[in-house]
């Protein structure tokens, strides 16, 4: 039992390149999809963001400054502040002054962000425009 594979002529070769002309054709309409649909992607709202500043700390006599340590212990100027009810009451009272002093608040780099953010609402229910965050500068280098 014998059949024929091809002719001695080599006329009948076996064609074992790939075809590649769809696969340019689907990349070309890929092309074009992307090209048309990234604009609408990336439109957004014009604006103008706020541009970081580093502006030293002046420490004023009428500043007030809050510190949280790492316990969520809460000190008024370096004296210790019982309960929240305590604070938004001292708060309170600085908070009717003309010029309304700042609240400076300085908090542990452990503390959690739960007791850093009592003190921010007890300056919002307090009344007080103005709250600063003290913050160290990385280390150079």
């Known amino acids: 039992m014998a059949f024929n594979v091809g002719s001695d002529s080599g006329e ?19 092309l074009i999809i992307f090209l ?9 709202v014009p604006m103008s963001l706020p541009k970081e500043t580093n502006i030293a700390h002046q420490t004023k006599p009428e500043n007030i400054e809050i510190s949280v340590n790492k316990d969520g212990d809460v000190f008024w100027n370096a004296k210790a502040v019982a309960d929240n009810d305590t604070l938004v009451k001292k708060l309170k009272q600085v908070g009717v002054l003309n010029p309304q002093p ?14 850093v953010g009592r003190v921010v609402f007890a300056c919002q229910r307090a009344g007080i425009l103005k709250i600063s ?4 500068p990385p280390p150079k280098g």
């Open 12 to 30: 009948d070769e076996i064609n074992a390149n790939i075809n590649t002309t769809p696969l340019v054709d689907v990349m070309l309409v890929l």
């Open 36 to 44: 048309i649909t990234i604009p609408v992607v990336t439109q957004t």
């Open 102 to 115: 700042e609240v400076h608040i300085r908090g542990d780099e452990k503390a959690r962000y739960e007791s």
């Open 133 to 136: 965050f003290v913050t160290e």
